[in-house]
Each structure stands twice: as C-alpha cells, then as structure tokens.
C-alpha cells in the first residue's frame, strides 16, 4: 500500500507540473490539498521545493519580460506574511492545519477566479506580498494574490514576474521554515525523489500546451483543487 501510495503522489505531481507549465499554476492548488489528506508531513516543503525548480526554469525562459520592481516590493513584504505563515503551521493541530489547508485553497481559488483586477499600486503590491507570504508557506499556494494584481499584463510578463516572485518567495519560506525546525528528512528526500518527475512534467508541458484547451484545463484544475479542499475541511470537522 505505501508503494502504491508514493506512486499515486508522483502521478500526482506529473499531472500538477504539466498544468503548472500550461496554464501557470496548478502543482500547489491540486497537489497540496491531496498530499495533506493523504501524506499531510510532506506540506508544504515538498511543494515549496518542486515549486522553486519549476519556476526557475519558467523564469530563465522569460527572464527579458520580468518586472524586477514588482518583484522586489512583494518580495519584501512578503517576509512578515511568511513568518506569519509558519507561526501557523507550528501552532495548528492536524486537524486544525487540515481546516486551515482547505480553506485556504478555496480562497486561493476564489481569488483566481475573480474577474477584476485591483490597481497595480504600491500599497496593493504589498498586501498581495504578505497574503502571497502567507498563503505560500502555510500551504504552498502563495500564486493567487500576486496573479490577482498582475491581470491585464501580457502573459509573458506576467510568467515572468510571477516566476521572479515564486523563485524569491519560496527562498524566504523556505528558510524560515528551516529555521523554525519545520523541515524534515523525509521532506527533503521526498523532494529529491520527485524531482526528475517535476522535470518530466515541464517538459510534457511544452509539447501538450499548443494542444490543450487553457480554459477548459483551467475549469478542472479548479474543480479538482476546491472538491479536495472541501475533503480535507470534512476530515478535519469529522475528525473533530
């Protein structure tokens, strides 16, 4: 059964890398939800980690179109919302932290689905930094709040600057985690055995994004993400 279920999360990542490659984003907002029902002590490094390999690679790919000013402003003050972010996770339970997930993922999803875009203003830039800070270390879905703010730039602009912030971001969460005494062995070498996965599903990603339907993908990714959320909320409730 455990082999059957450390294959199941590698499939897992495959097919959340190839939506993260094709619509950009949709490792954390599937994958998570699942890994806290199924494998909760690999939350949220596990993703944090594959999350930095693929958006490096995005980034190096559309380095010319960052926006390194939007970067550095929610880079910044993504620190206090990532400190927050860990002071969560040391503080829930488990079925607290499942609640926690749940909901935050269908937050994260509401906010992607949003058809309005607040302005691009300093302030705005900041309060998507620390909700990015937040949502990213506590859950590894730290996308959403800065994708709200970045609506209406063209895509390559957006991949790119949202890559800048992700590459920076899970930098800071990452060490904030590891100096908090939140990651573990079993973390990192889940990552380094999931990487080649990660790498397979980018690549997958560049040869199926011209025959996908963005929209439609878009449409599952969402379903998939909020129906598991709304399994861990129950779990956790029922657990209760």
């Known amino acids: 059964m455990l082999s059957w279920l450390y294959i199941f999360i590698g499939v897992l990542i495959l097919v959340g890398t190839i939506c993260q490659g094709t619509i ?21 490094t596990l993703i944090l980690l594959l999350a930095f390999v693929i958006s490096t690679t995005t980034m190096l790919k559309a380095r ?13 003050a993504r620190i206090p919302g990532s400190l927050a972010g860990a002071w969560a996770i040391a503080s829930l339970s488990h079925r607290g932290l499942s609640i926690f997930i749940g909901c935050a993922v ?19 830039l900041a309060v998507a930094g620390v909700a990015s800070g937040f949502l990213g270390t506590s859950t590894s879905i730290g ?14 602009r957006v991949r790119g600057t949202l890559s800048g912030t992700f590459i920076i971001g899970c930098t800071i969460s ?11 062995g079993l973390q990192l070498t889940a990552a380094a055995a999931y990487l080649p996965v990660a790498i397979v599903g980018l ?14 993908l878009n449409r599952i990714v969402l379903v998939v993400a909020i129906s598991a959320a709304l399994a861990l909320i129950v779990e956790g409730l029922v657990a209760a």
């Not at 950009?24 to 949220?44: C, D, N, S």
């Not at 994708?147 to 209406?152: D, E, Q, S």
């Not at 990452?174 to 573990?184: E, K, M, N, R």
């Open 24 to 44: 950009g984003f949709g490792l954390g907002t599937i994958a998570t939800p699942i890994l806290a029902l199924i494998k909760p002590e690999l939350v949220p």
């Open 64 to 76: 010319s179109a960052v926006s390194w000013d939007i970067v550095a402003i929610s880079s910044i």
């Open 106 to 124: 269908i937050f994260a999803m509401t906010l992607s689905s949003l058809g309005w875009s607040p302005k691009r203003t300093t302030t705005n």
């Open 143 to 156: 996308g959403p709040p800065m994708a709200l703010v970045l609506k209406g730039y063209d895509p390559a």
């Open 174 to 184: 990452l060490a904030i985690l590891g100096l908090s005494g939140q990651i573990t």
């Open 203 to 216: 690549i997958a990603a560049s040869y199926l994004n011209r025959f996908i339907n963005a929209k439609v």
